[in-house]
């Protein structure tokens, strides 16, 4: 694709369920980050992958949060047992191997209410 | 820890004003400083960015200069433009501090025609 796409690209649910939000990063982008944006803040660092490496994990809020990804492919970011307090938009973002770590290529967002 | 602070919008302005949004950062280390863009139904963009104080990043007629003494890196354009409107995020990232950026609130640009 042209871009990194999410999907979905809005999600309500019930608090106490699990969640899962997905990511296609740009073709050929060997690194991809997790972002979340709660409402009028700014965008929180979640989690970090850079090829084969372990990932980054520094931002993760809780053991409720894990994220998977695949070589340089689709990641997936799972919530469990959610609560309102995760009520925010969860952006993606990925870099190609030549550009500089700062030039991110970010997606549309997954806007996730709980209720 | 790092952090970045920017003005509260909505900024609102008719056609042809000037622009300017306020940044200010704490960082622990020496930061890069960059200005990313979110266009309505978009994702984010990087405008611009700069890499060293003193620093002048441009794009689109937006300019921002990295200011070490105040530790700034205010956004300025001469004259928006209603496609301008959107909303402007100020970021730094720290050297040999991880591959993160560490973005401020978010400022909501509104031009009039």
């Known amino acids: 694709g042209a871009g990194v796409s999410q999907s979905p690209s809005n999600k309500v649910t019930e608090k106490g369920k699990d969640v899962e939000l997905r990511c296609d990063p740009i073709?050929?982008?060997?690194?991809l980050y997790w972002y979340r944006q709660r409402l009028g803040q700014g965008l929180e660092f979640l989690i970090y992958f850079q090829g084969n490496s372990a990932p980054d994990k520094s931002g993760l809020p809780s053991d409720r949060f894990s994220a998977e990804r695949t070589g340089e492919s689709v990641s997936t970011l799972t919530i469990q047992r959610t609560q309102q307090e995760d009520s925010a938009v969860y952006l993606c973002a990925s870099t190609k191997p030549s550009g500089s770590p700062e030039t991110q290529y970010f997606g549309p967002g997954t806007r996730l209410l709980v209720l | 820890g790092n952090s970045v602070t920017q003005m509260e919008g909505p900024v609102t302005l008719s056609e042809e004003a000037f622009l300017t949004i306020n940044c200010t950062y704490t960082a622990t280390g020496y930061p890069s400083l960059f200005w990313y863009v979110q266009y309505p139904g978009e994702g984010l963009q990087l405008l611009l960015k700069a890499t060293k104080a003193d620093d002048k990043g441009s794009n689109k007629g937006f300019e921002a200069t990295y200011r070490k003494e105040t530790t700034s890196f205010h956004l300025e354009k001469g004259s928006v433009q209603v496609s301008d409107s959107a909303v402007y995020f100020c970021a730094l990232r720290v050297y040999n501090a991880g591959n993160m950026l560490t973005f401020g609130g978010g400022t909501r640009l509104m031009v009039k025609p």
């Open positions: 073709s050929g982008h060997t690194a």
